[in-house]
């Protein structure tokens, strides 16, 4: 039959034979717990006895008590007390005063609050005259170690106590005292003891019983197979994953769970080897990893730690970091590695240490938490990047700076810095401050606006900012002085921030200059002027003095004077005088020295108002003048007056040079004196051309004629400032101006206004 069950396929049969047997040791449990309940029942039933006892002891005493007669319930209380089983009978009051007993020593002593029957008043704030039977009772030993129960029942202040002539208790007292019943639990004790030893005793048996089937069971149903798996698995466990499982021979679960060893252990043996790949691989990229990496327990102790780490500090497993990286006794004062383990966060640090060779090393340090599979955090990985290098290149950017700052403030121009986007000053050199009278805190912050005299001079030098040069501006100083200057616009970088760089150049004396310059050239030109400015008064004098000697002669005569000659006569007179003096009051404008003011100019009404002075000597010099005019031309932005000095001065060495090739050569075979004026509107520039037919320029002269006083006319003829004061100018005024010889002769000056158009 045991054979049958050894054949038995299916592991799950096997198990409820095993079940069964379990089912014995069952017995034993249930006689434990039975041996429990027998003695709590007959302890129950011992207090129920004795808890009636104590009722019948209240009723027996209460007549007694009620009237008081302390002998007879000393009588009663001593009777009582004969029974085989009870110990002691007290009656004391709440003071715990014993009143009554069967032990007449213990009269009128007092009961302690610590004593066993005490404690169970005292033990809560509730009074005993609610509590339950298992609150008033107590099981305890005595001094002769014996076991005894205790059953207090209080004794309550009844209506005819608190009535009674005998004795009066106030109704509000509701409780008088307590009776006390203690009994021995001998009986008790000797039961419980019996029924122990065989329930013992049984329990032994079946246990002996129990323990030799289940033993028998088990080693031939699963030991001998699980010896055998054990047996293969710790090959597994040694590494040896080709197992080879002969002896389980089971079709059950076991056998199955065999074959499931051999499978794992294949399966194992290629996940090891797919776990050592990766393990070569990132074993070769934390070695290879150009930064050193270290991991470490909380004693701060190496417990790994990379290639680029042992070459550099050369140390032992178990070493302690600060030991290892900075020779230090004790760990560093702000420790990266500390704070991960204490917030399990990472944190980032600057360290300096010595280096193996000695030299002083600078690091970057950054620390991660390892933690566990519940989460705890149980090392901690450090990774340092050696910024040595860094440290000595912010040192060379450092020394760099202050030189850069040196020059900075040593530059003799103003340099300031400007935020790029609200161009705000951020700081300025000292030459800034001498040359505006500011202190650096009074700059500081301010728009760069603050220093323009008029929002509109900063709004058009903000406008051309793609043009690094800006020219004869206006700014003023602290004391609202106002200086002429040029600044250069650049973008760069300062504090790791795109900024403008601004230089500004204080050209004022070289605009005084200029000025004087330009009024000497106006005088200049005055002086040339002069004999052609005679020709011009020359005509309106005559007529006014011819009507004056007419009118004086028929005066003198005593003649009339016909009323309509009279009159053409003085229209004449008024039209030569208002050409005099328009002829002076020119002159005399032209010649008054003042300072730039541009305006909307029309280049058309310029120019003929500087031919204007040379009309009349231009046709006594039989000058053809040639006039091509757009009409259509929009207005430039320029000083009128500064202008009409570039045209004078062009027309002068027009009529110069036509003259000076004429009285040289006589009439030139018939060729014709003339100067062409054309005006025209193109590509965006107002052009204007003034041709001649004079004597040319030479190659040799061509790139000079620009130049402060170079002059090709003959000594006394010109100063030349004119075609040089009038370069200045043009540039001035945003426009470009060139000069070509003519195929037949004479040169062409082209003027091209390309910027400061008005739109139109």
């Known amino acids: ?162 009535t009674a002539q005998c004795h009066y208790h106030p109704e509000g007292i509701k409780k008088l005292g307590v009776l006390d019943v203690v009994v021995s639990l001998k009986d008790v004790k000797a039961e419980i003891s019996f029924t122990k030893k065989m329930s013992a005793w049984t329990a032994i048996y079946l246990f002996i019983i129990l323990a030799i089937t289940i033993s028998f ?148 340090v950054k620390t991660a938490p390892l933690k566990d599979d519940q989460g705890n955090i149980i090392a901690a990985m450090e990774m340092s990047i050696d910024i040595s290098r860094r440290k000595k290149l912010e040192e060379i950017v450092k020394e760099s700076e202050r030189k850069y700052q040196a020059i900075f403030e040593s530059i003799p121009n103003p340099v300031f810095i400007l935020n790029i986007d609200t161009y705000k000053i951020m700081t300025c050199n000292n030459s800034a401050l001498k040359v505006y009278g500011f202190k650096k805190d009074e700059l500081k912050d301010k728009p760069f606006s603050f220093l323009f005299p008029e929002p509109e001079e900063f709004e058009k030098f903000k406008q051309n900012f793609d043009n690094p040069l800006h020219e004869r501006l206006i700014n003023h100083k602290k004391n609202l002085e106002s200086i002429y200057v040029n600044i250069w616009v650049s973008p760069a970088e300062f504090t790791e921030q795109k900024v403008l760089l601004v230089t500004v150049v204080d050209i004022t004396l070289s605009v005084e200059t200029e000025h004087q310059l330009i009024q000497a050239g106006k005088m200049a030109t005055l002086g040339e002027m002069a004999t052609g400015v005679a020709h011009e008064l020359n005509q309106p004098l005559s007529v006014i003095k011819t009507a004056s000697s007419f009118i004086y002669r028929k005066i003198s005569r005593n003649e009339k004077i016909n009323p309509d000659i009279l009159n053409t006569l003085s229209q004449e007179i008024e039209i030569h005088v208002d050409r005099a003096s328009k002829i002076t009051n020119h002159m005399r404008l032209f010649g008054r020295k003042s300072t730039l003011s541009k305006e909307a100019v029309n280049i058309n009404e310029t120019i003929k108002r500087a031919f204007d002075i040379f009309s009349q000597q231009l046709k006594l010099r039989e000058i053809e003048v040639k006039w091509e005019l757009d009409e259509n031309l929009p207005e430039i932005i320029a000083d009128p007056a500064r202008l009409e000095q570039v045209f004078i001065n062009l027309l002068i060495n027009a009529r110069d040079s036509i003259e000076a090739r004429f009285e040289n050569n006589g009439d030139q075979n018939g060729k014709t004196k003339r100067i062409t004026i054309e005006t025209s509107f193109s590509k965006g520039a107002v052009i204007v051309r003034i041709s001649d037919t004079g004597t040319g320029i030479s190659k040799a002269d061509m790139n000079k004629i620009f130049e402060p006083f170079f002059t090709t006319k003959k000594v006394g003829k010109g100063t030349g400032l004119g075609l040089s004061i009038s370069y200045g100018i043009l540039k001035e005024s945003g426009a470009d101006i060139c000069v070509t010889n003519n195929p037949e002769g004479g040169v062409t000056f082209t003027i091209s206004f390309h910027k400061n158009l008005k739109e139109y």
């Open 1 to 162: 039959m045991f054979k049958s069950f050894i054949k038995i396929e299916t592991l799950a049969l096997k198990l409820m034979i095993s079940v069964g047997i379990v089912l014995f040791a069952s017995i034993f449990i249930w006689s434990y717990f039975t041996t429990i309940f027998q003695e709590k029942t007959l302890i129950n039933k011992k207090i129920s006895e004795v808890d009636k006892f104590s009722n019948s002891v209240l009723s027996f005493t209460w007549f007694a008590m009620l009237h008081n007669p302390n002998k007879d319930m000393q009588e009663i209380l001593k009777s009582m007390s004969e029974y085989n089983e009870i110990e002691s009978i007290r009656i004391f009051n709440c003071q715990g005063q014993i009143k009554f007993s069967n032990t007449a020593m213990e009269l009128g002593s007092m009961v302690e609050k610590t004593d066993v029957a005490c404690k169970i008043c005292h033990a809560t704030e509730t009074p005993i005259i609610r509590k339950d039977i298992k609150d008033r009772i107590r099981i305890f030993k005595s001094d002769q170690d014996e076991l005894l129960l205790g059953i207090m029942n209080p004794i309550l202040n009844e209506p005819s106590c608190s």
């Open 217 to 364: 069971s088990i080693f031939r149903l699963v030991t001998n197979p699980i010896k055998n798996l054990i047996k293969e698995t710790d090959r597994i466990g040694k590494g040896s994953y080709q197992n080879n499982i002969k002896n389980v021979i089971q079709k059950d679960e076991i056998g199955k769970l065999s074959l499931a060893i051999l499978v794992m252990g294949e399966k194992i043996q290629n996940k090891q080897d797919e776990l050592n790949r990766q393990k070569s691989r990132y074993q070769n990229l934390f070695d290879q990893v150009p930064c050193t990496i270290t991991v470490q327990n909380r004693d701060y102790e190496l417990i790994e730690f990379n290639k680029e780490f042992s070459k550099k500090f050369n140390p032992e497993y178990g070493d302690r970091c600060y030991v290892a990286y900075k020779n230090l006794i004790n760990k560093c004062n702000d420790c990266p590695v500390e704070r991960t383990f204490i917030d399990g966060k990472s944190h980032f640090s600057e360290e300096s240490g010595i280096n193996k060779d000695g030299t002083i090393a600078h690091w970057f």
